[in-house]
């Protein structure tokens, strides 16, 4: 299909970025920088990819960042330690814990150790607690789960109500928050998991379609309608670069597609330092503002 549109996150995040950029340069003015850190507990390469990317824009920002690797074979006992101290250094004003954890550390508890006030990619128990709740104004969103939603919301003129999306993979970091997510703005939402049937079947009464594993081919070009919107929110680190889960022979087919790279990632690495914005303002008692593009688009 030669006129598939091109969902593009870079320009979405230019705008997210001038207003974190603004807010960096009132804090400069008082003598303040907020500090960052990513923890990484795995020899996952992709976790690294993610680490070093939101290391480089921290740099073209100017926002002080670390990353921390503890190693895979880091232990819990080890792990819990030092997400509780920097949870509890008021000179560290956001924690990443980047997934997925070596095998034999447990996310959950390792989460439990951070302040929900730094968790700036909104995947403490706490936070996900609230947003399934449906208190969005009241926690930190998920990144990669919001430049989904945005770029869903791009796509289809800004109303979600009513749309029938598919998310394929239920995990923590996108699967799981995006569904509450979408259902917040009305979408009827299809969880689709590894052990679900007749994907082709399954997939073709959506609006559109998210996948979100992390294996590299996994959604198919026969699987898929013209209809259909495709957002690919995989990441996999090949010989020849980062590609997404869907198969190159998806653009050809459906309506618009998000591109790998450029389609979720840049989103969703500017909407991580909006939520580091908000996180310092609720570190240091002030009333955070509001999300600026999702209310921009309402």
Do not use: C
């Amino acid at each position: 299909m030669a006129d598939t549109v091109r969902l593009k996150g870079k320009p979405l995040a230019t705008q997210v970025l001038a207003h974190v950029s603004e807010a960096l340069a009132g804090w400069a003015q008082e003598g303040f920088a907020p500090r960052l850190v990513s923890v990484l507990a795995s020899d996952d390469p992709a976790s690294q990819v993610y680490a070093q990317a939101k290391a480089r824009r921290a740099k073209k920002l100017g926002v002080e960042y670390e990353v921390l690797d503890l190693g895979a074979a880091v232990s819990q006992q080890e792990l819990d330690r030092r997400l509780a101290e920097l949870s509890a250094d008021d000179q560290i004003h956001g924690i990443m814990l980047e997934l997925p954890l070596a095998s034999q550390l447990d996310t959950v508890d390792s989460f439990l150790q951070l302040s929900r006030r730094k968790d700036i990619e909104g995947l403490t128990p706490a936070n996900l607690s609230r947003l399934a709740a449906g208190q969005e104004n009241s926690v930190l969103l998920p990144p990669t789960p919001r430049s989904v939603r945005y770029l869903l919301r791009q796509a289809f003129g800004n109303d979600l109500q009513g749309k029938r999306i598919a998310v394929i993979g239920p995990g923590r970091t996108v699967g799981r928050p995006l569904v509450w997510m979408l259902n917040n703005f009305g979408a009827t939402v299809t969880l689709i998991n590894q052990h679900s049937r007749d994907m082709a079947e399954l997939l073709r009464p959506q609006d559109a379609v998210v996948v979100a594993v992390g294996h590299r081919g996994l959604l198919k070009a026969e699987q898929v309608q013209p209809h259909h919107v495709v957002i690919d929110a995989g990441i996999n680190v090949t010989d020849e670069g980062v590609v997404g889960d869907a198969e190159p022979a998806v653009a050809e087919v459906v309506r618009a597609i998000t591109p790998v790279p450029g389609g979720v990632g840049p989103l969703t690495s500017a909407l991580m330092y909006q939520n580091m914005v908000r996180a310092v303002q609720l570190q240091r008692g002030e009333t955070p503002e509001e999300y600026v593009l999702d209310l921009s688009l309402d």
